[in-house]
Each structure stands twice: as structure tokens, then as C-alpha cells.
């Protein structure tokens, strides 16, 4: 008891420092990317500290289309951006590709890698979720509604088909289940506070974790269906062995008052499945709902005025993460006391904004691309560089698998094949191909992290793979090398190649560099330029988003 007093009365403290910021917060109807730009900006100023220019077009058209649209852009799309004097042709090249159906199928691949039924650090596969997210994105539905249909899932329902695939991933290990909930909608890793108080961080105790774990407990494996009986009290040791038991408890601190059975033994969890299993293969029927759903519980308690600040700021600082490659708080699990984000104003502004505008996805993705602090250049001229927490540099982000296998063959395709003549739907059609086609490449690359490396694997897969020569490097009338390997001219080809592939024009320097090497492969040009794309396709240039 003592422990829970002291735990809300903390969380009090905290909530009444956070309405003070909130009464200080710029207003709520300026737009998204003015006030990114304020509250970045400022401690800039105070500390004297000189941003980096602005990128320049080419980076941001290549920026842009890696984060809205999932791939590089095309030889015509560069051609297009650099050429165009409109002043606000950033903001028509957002709003076009946002519209293009590529901005879907990208979002479907990030949410679906967000929320990954695989257990976190493993490069298997438990089963996709694009089923469900692909209507979801595509009604741009809120995030708050997606959590609902996640937590509270119902394959009965045609609009929300394959959201049970989340909490069926996971039912089988509670503990699991917990914490990536904790993790993936409240930005906080209680893991920690399984065994015992965290060490670290006084906001977490052991009633925390199995507050949370109590939500869930009452799920199990019905069959193919999920079943979740009445609540029940959930049993655990404190580090000296005292025998405790849990009820339903948000992170707040504040507990549910709600009755609880007990917990359905192992003979009584198998009497259950048995059934199920006996039932006839045609017979569809769910087991039947509880009285009282504990995760319909757990859903209302999180999102309760004064609870929903942990969803609300995570999913702001998620899509930051995305866009920024790092958090407004990091690591972004670590939303906590001992961790305060680098520009708390901002934080609570946008998740303020987020809450009042219905967690809408798409409106936060536009409002933080179209900010300057987005728009900056990767490159420092400077050689005392600032702090990247600052954010006054854009940060390198690696490619995902789906980004870099779908990259990889817009860059190494006949660029006359997307565009030129050709007709704008027709483009998109056939980029919806090379995305499809990529899957299974994609498939051998690992998701980046934030200590990302290029690993062994990866390495010898660019350098020793049949798959690399037959996929990207062959010289067919419709790939890059085979359009090149034709041509007369070496600076054209060098050209043509880079701009294909790096998505901006050749610097001199690397050009000279270029002819003077196929000049050596006279013998063997056709192998020199298909040398030379290779080169190009794994350099560090190609691999990151800068």
C-alpha cells in the first residue's frame, strides 16, 4: 500500500510538471512543421550552435521518396524535381507521393515490421499482419483504433481480418506479450521490473510489470481461435521470495478495481483446448466472450485523459524516430524520469496534437517532413560537430530490406523503362512489380537497428551471390547494363549510370575516375560497366538514407 501511494503521488508530480509545460506549449492550431521548427531551433540559437544548410534538391527528392514512398526515386523523377522553379515544388513532391498508392504499400511495410509477429532480435518469421494493416492504412484509420482492433481482436469482422495475428504470436509466452504492448504502444520497457523493482529507474516496480501482465493473463489459445476467460489474480515473488498477487494494474499506478477468479489450472486450460480440438473442422465457433474483457480493460485504462500521455507520446515519438532516425527520447523504449527527451516541449506539443487530431498517422508524417529540421543536410562542414541529439544534422539511416530490394532493382532497370514516354500509371505499375518481386531479397537482409552494421552476411551476399549477378547485374534490354554496354560513350554511360542509381548528377572528379577505368576494361567494356554498377549499387552512398 505504501508502495502504491508513493507511486501515484510520483506520477501526480510528474503529470502536474507536464501541465505546466503544457501551459507554456505554443498553440495548438499552428502547423506541425513550424513548431518542429521553433522548438528545435531555439536551444540552436541559445547555444550558438550553426544547423546545416539545408540539403539540396537531390537529396531531398532521394530523401522524401525513401521515406513516403519506400524506393528510391527514378532517373525521370530527378530530372523532373531539378529541372521544376515552382517555390513550392517540396511540398507538391510530399502531397504526390503521400497520395501514390507506393505511400501505402511503405506504410503497410513499416507498420507491419513495427509490429512484427517474430520475437524481437530474431530474423524468422512468425506470419505477417499486411492483411489487416493494408485496409487499415488504406482507410487511414487512427492509431488509437489500431491498437483497439490489435488488442481486442475479431477475425469475424471483415474490416479487421488478421488482427488477432498479434496477440496470437504471443499468447503462448504472457511475458513476452507484456512487453512488447509496453514496448510498441507506451514506449516503455518494464522488463526489467519482471524479477524485481528496476535498478535504474524508480518510476517501475515489480507491481507495474505484473499489473500489466494481468490484462493478459486471462487470454489462451482456444484452437484457432483466441479465448480469454474472467479476470484472475496473477501470482508473484518479490526478490526475497514473499508471495504476492497482481490484479490489473495501468502504468499509471492506479489499479483496477474489478473482481477476479481464480487462474484456470493446467488441467483446465487442456479440458479447453480439447474441446476445441474435438469440434468438427467445419464448425467456426468461438469460444465464448467473458463478462469482463480484461484487454477491453486495459484499452480504456490507457487511453483515459489522464493515462493517455504514454500512448500518445509514443506514437509521437515513433514517427519521429522513423523520420529522424533517432528519438525525441532515446532509445525510444525508454520513456522514463532517468530518460527525458532531448526537447520536451516539442514532445508534449505533438503528442497534445496528436491526441487532438485522432492519432492521425498520415497528418504527423506530413507536418514533420515538411519542417526544415527534416530538410537538413547529412554533411557538417564544421569540425566540432554538434551532438546529434541536437538535431541540427540529419542523421544516416540504413535502408530497410524493403527499401534497399526495391531500390535495387528501380536503380538497376533500363531508366526509359519508368519514365520518358512512358505513361505515369504505367510507372507505377511496374514499380508495384519491382516492389513485389523484391520480397524475397528483402527477405535476405537484416532490419537495421540502431547500432546498425553492415553484416558478414549481407557482405557476402553482394559479393559472392549468383543472385546479385542474375537479378541487378544482368544486361537484358530492359536492365540498366544492357541499355549501357550499347552505348559509344563512356561519360554518357558514367552518366546515365549514377544517375540511375545514386539519383543526382555525377561530380566531375568521379566521372574522370569512371572513364579512365572503362578505358582500361577496353577488352571487356561490357564486364567493366557491369564492374561499375556493381561498385555503385554497394557503396555506402546507395545503402543509407542521408
Known sequence: MRTTSFLLS??????????????????????????????????????????????????????????????????????????????????????????SPGFLRHQVNELDSLLSTAPVGSRRSDGSMREY???????????????????????????????????????????????????????????????????????????????????????????????????????????????????????????????????????EQKKIKDAEKKKPKNDKTPPPPPKFS????????????????FFAKSFANQAWYRLFGL?????????HSENMPSHPELLDWLARDTA???????????????????????????????????????RLRALTPMQLATSLRIATADPDQLGGKVKPEEVERRIEQYENSARGFANLIEQPRDDFQISVTEALLFSN?????????????????????????????????IRNILTRAPAPEEKKAMVEYLAQRGDRLAEGYRQMVWALLTSAEFRFNY
Not at 543472385?467 to 559509344?488: F, H, S, Y
Open 133 to 267: 494493416l493494408t485496409l487499415a492504412v488504406k482507410e487511414n484509420r487512427p492509431w488509437d483504433r489500431v491498437y483497439r482492433e490489435l488488442m481486442i481482436a475479431d477475425d469475424s469482422d471483415p474490416s479487421r481480418k488478421g488482427s488477432s495475428r498479434f496477440l496470437k504470436s504471443r499468447v503462448r509466452d504472457l511475458d513476452r506479450l507484456t512487453t512488447e504492448v509496453s514496448i510498441l504502444f507506451f514506449g516503455v520497457n518494464i522488463s526489467c521490473a519482471q524479477c524485481h523493482d528496476h535498478p535504474l529507474v524508480q518510476d517501475w516496480k515489480q507491481e507495474h510489470y505484473y499489473g500489466l501482465k494481468a490484462f493478459f493473463a486471462p487470454t489462451f489459445e482456444a484452437g484457432q481461435f483466441l479465448g480469454e476467460k474472467e479476470p484472475s489474480v496473477v501470482p508473484f515473488k518479490s526478490p526475497k521470495g514473499a508471495g504476492k498477487n497482481a490484479t490489473m494494474m495501468f502504468l499509471t499506478g492506479e489499479p483496477l478495481a474489478v473482481a477476479t477468479a481464480k487462474p484456470l489450472t493446467p488441467a
Open 356 to 394: 487532438e487530431h485522432g492519432y492521425d498517422l498520415r497528418r504527423m508524417i506530413r507536418g514533420l517532413v515538411l519542417s526544415n529540421a527534416y530538410a537538413r543536410s547529412s554533411r557538417y562542414e564544421s569540425e566540432k560537430k554538434p551532438g546529434t541529439r541536437s538535431f541540427a544534422v540529419a
Open 465 to 497: 551471390s549468383d543472385r546479385i549477378q542474375k537479378e541487378m547485374l544482368a544486361d537484358g534490354g530492359d536492365r540498366l547494363v544492357g541499355k549501357i554496354k550499347l552505348m559509344k560513350d563512356p561519360d554518357a554511360a558514367v552518366e546515365i549510370a
Open 10 to 99: 510520483a506520477i501526480a508530480g510528474l503529470l502536474l510538471t507536464e501541465l505546466g509545460r503544457a501551459a507554456d506549449l505554443l498553440p495548438a492550431a499552428r502547423p506541425i512543421h513550424e513548431v518542429v521548427d521553433h522548438y528545435i531551433d531555439a536551444p540552436l540559437r541559445e547555444l550558438k550552435i550553426e544547423p546545416a544548410p539545408l540539403a539540396d534538391d537531390a537529396t531531398i527528392l532521394r530523401r522524401l521518396t525513401l521515406d513516403l514512398g519506400g524506393r528510391i526515386p527514378t532517373a525521370s523523377e530527378l530530372q523532373a524535381y531539378l529541372s521544376s522553379t515552382d517555390a513550392d515544388k517540396k511540398m507538391k513532391l510530399v502531397d504526390r507521393l503521400m497520395a
Open 327 to 335: 528519438g525525441l527520447v532515446s532509445p525510444i523504449d525508454q520513456m
Open 294 to 309: 480484461a484487454r477491453a480493460a486495459l484499452v480504456e485504462a490507457s487511453l483515459k485523459p489522464e493515462a493517455r500521455h
